[in-house]
């Protein structure tokens, strides 16, 4: 089955311990992104890749890191999480040639 | 500055009434505009691409339009089963960053 996972689903966590929030997909996808949902704000984009080893900053990076050294994998990681970092986080893939982004379940992270 | 801009908020149709969602957007040269539906506690599902103004793509009881400065998603004889959040997003044709709208949340009454 096609999608895309992410790991942990739920996260309570607190002021200043770095974390890692996992991606997965299994559509040999070259597009790869980060948003986060907040009420009233709707989905920013985070990050985005667009292949192995190509990253770039989104609408709201500053507090993330990506990496991607894998195709199939782009792990979010926050190195000093605050509270304003709490939040719905989506993780995406796409093929780069139609963006037809295929979205994973969302990490509900909690930061206290 | 990209932006976009979905009206109304929100959205209560009777089952069988149909109406139509707005998607208005401010971008630097449009490579396409997309939209998607969201279910409560999960993630966006992808609907439709529009590439250039005058285009029209439909699925079932969907139908989405584009012109030079906004998009309509048109949604004839709803059912229950159509009530979700419908996001519309825009890329830029100068990137392949993505700004999504706050979304137009819909609610069909039987």
């Known amino acids: 089955e096609a999608q895309v996972t992410q790991n942990p689903r739920y996260l309570i966590t607190v002021t200043g311990k770095k974390l890692t929030v996992t991606c997965s997909q299994n559509?040999?996808?070259?597009?790869m992104s980060w948003y986060r949902q907040d009420p009233g704000l709707g989905l920013r984009q985070i990050y985005y890749?667009?292949?192995?080893?190509?990253?770039d900053k989104g609408d709201v990076p500053e507090g993330y890191k990506v990496s991607r050294k894998e195709k199939r994998n782009f792990p979010l990681i926050l190195e000093s999480p605050s509270p304003n970092q709490t939040s719905l986080y989506f993780c995406?893939?796409?093929?780069?040639?139609?963006?037809?982004?295929?979205f994973g379940p969302g990490t509900r992270l909690t930061v206290t | 500055e990209d932006q976009v801009t979905q009206s109304p908020e929100a959205l209560r149709l009777q089952e069988g009434e149909s109406s139509s969602l707005n998607c208005s957007y401010t971008?630097?040269?449009?490579?396409?505009l997309f939209w998607y539906r969201q279910d409560p506690g999960k993630g966006p599902e992808f609907l439709f691409t529009?590439?250039?103004a005058g285009e029209e793509k439909e699925k079932e009881r969907l139908k989405a339009t584009l012109t030079k400065k906004e998009s309509f998603l048109h949604i004839t004889a709803p059912k229950p089963e159509d009530s979700a959040t419908y996001l519309c997003?825009?890329?830029?044709?100068?990137?392949?960053?993505?700004?999504f709208g706050t979304g137009t949340s819909l609610t069909v009454i039987p």
């Open positions: 971008v630097s040269g449009l490579r396409g």
């Open positions: 995406a893939s796409s093929l780069a040639q139609t963006h037809e982004q295929y």
């Open positions: 997003a825009v890329q830029a044709i100068s990137g392949n960053q993505f700004y």
């Open positions: 890749s667009m292949n192995v080893e190509v990253t």
């Open positions: 529009l590439y250039s």
């Open positions: 559509m040999n996808h070259e597009y």
